[in-house]
């Protein structure tokens, strides 16, 4: 379950990958099988969503981890460099990790 709040612990992957139009839902659908299959059985993996842009030109993952080394642990793990291997085959990403520092709601 996605959770943002300020001061928790967990870190928060913010991925955006530029694709060409016609690839978008190619990168949508590889996004969610490297989740389901591989990601979301690694240590630390809370949760992950994957988002669209309307222009077709862009996807935006935003992932949330336990913590700064759980993530780090997921980039050296064979079966999730491999999925983005394949990503970055057609794509163009820039991953960061965040920290919350303020949640506003209605």
Avoid: C
Avoid at 2 to 27: A, D, G, R
């Amino acid at each position: 379950m996605v959770t943002i709040t300020k001061n928790s612990n967990m870190v928060t992957l913010i991925n955006v990958f530029t694709v060409e139009p016609e690839k978008q839902q190619k990168l949508i659908d590889l996004l969610i099988q490297a989740t389901e299959k591989t990601m979301r059985h690694l240590p630390g993996f809370i949760s992950a969503n994957i988002h669209r842009s309307l222009d077709g030109k862009q996807v935006a993952n935003y992932a949330q981890w336990r913590s700064h080394q759980d993530f780090e642990a997921m980039l050296h793990n064979p079966d999730a460099s491999g999925h983005m291997q394949e990503i970055a085959s057609f794509t163009k990403f820039a991953p960061n990790l965040y920290d919350v520092v303020e949640s506003i709601q209605a």
